[in-house]
């Protein structure tokens, strides 16, 4: 009786870390599926933000913020490829100035992450701006536009990238151009 007992519990024991397990990648899965969807809402003036665990969650009613549970450059990969699968949209990219300056000492492993960086972001303009400046430039958008912030489990300061969404069909020439013309 006690062997019966006890493969009945072991049985429900391992059918409820199985489903624990299938609940963490189903949320780690939430948060790309919810990415995909707004892709095709979101158009210039939009912003992705890519952050650390610490990043505060913001009040402006236009940002939302959306833990990923999922590791900084996994999600930062994701959103790249949704931008560039996206045909109506491109992206702006800024990067905290400050990063630059953070030594591997006071924060070990901000030098492997650099390095991992450059790479992911080779071939792209990176706009270097202090991390306030941007933050300003991200409150004033979310002022009549959409922020989605993806937060990520990265413990390691100033690693924020923000995409600042813009028309992936139409450029600052081909508007210049349409105003002298008219």
Known sequence: MKQMNYKILLTILTVTILLS????????????RYLNEEMSLFGHRNWIVVVDSAYPKQSRPGIETVATNASHLEVLKAVMKAIEEAPHINANIYQDAELDSVSDTSAPGIEEYRNQLKQ???????????????IYKLDKA??????????TDFALPYTSIFFELDCGYWNAEKEKALRQSM
């Open 21 to 32: 397990c299938l609940g963490c990648s189903n949320t780690i899965a939430a948060w790309k």
């Open 142 to 151: 979310a002022e009549t536009f959409n922020v989605l912030i993806l937060k």
């Open 120 to 134: 992911l972001l080779k071939d792209r303009n990176i706009n270097k701006r202090l991390h306030e400046d941007i």
